[in-house]
Nanobody, 127 residues
Framework: QVQLVESGGGLVQPGGSLRLSCVAS????????VGWFRQAAGKEREFVAT????????RYTDSVKGRFTISRDNAKNTVNLQMNSLKAEDTAIYYC????????????????????WGQGTQVTVSS
């Protein structure tokens, strides 16, 4: 069973940057599609970005395109989310999710389709 641990959150001023990491332990991480999601206070968990098994394809929600970059290093069992030009509306708890994928053409944007989750890391964007 794969276990996920997120890190890298914190308090940052608008326009600043953070790099979140999702580290997996357990089985071969390269067989998993991974997604980043966020949940603001009082709101539902929403899709942010997803990356296929070997990073062949990625997808982003419109509000973060051009500002966030998802990447992975399967040798280190890690998926990163580089977040630049942060805005107050990016404030949320960020979670990574993972699920097995049959091919490198699979992307998953629905949080209900993920069966593995980390504990989350808080990102606060405020002056």
């Amino acid at each position: 069973q794969v276990q996920l641990v997120e890190s890298g959150g914190g308090l940052v001023q608008p326009g600043g940057s953070l790099r979140l990491s999702c580290v997996a332990s357990g089985r071969t991480f390269s067989n998993y599609v991974v997604g980043w999601f966020r949940q603001a206070a009082g709101k539902e968990r929403e899709f942010v970005a997803t990356i296929s098994r070997s990073a062949y394809i990625t997808r982003y929600t419109d509000s973060v395109k051009g500002r966030f970059t998802i990447s992975r290093d399967n040798a280190k069992n890690t998926v990163n989310l580089q977040m630049n030009s942060l805005k107050a509306e990016d404030t949320a708890i960020y979670y990574c999710g993972a699920r097995l994928a049959l091919t490198d053409l699979v992307l998953v944007t629905n949080p209900q389709s993920y069966d593995l989750w980390g504990q989350g890391t808080q990102v606060t964007v405020s002056s």
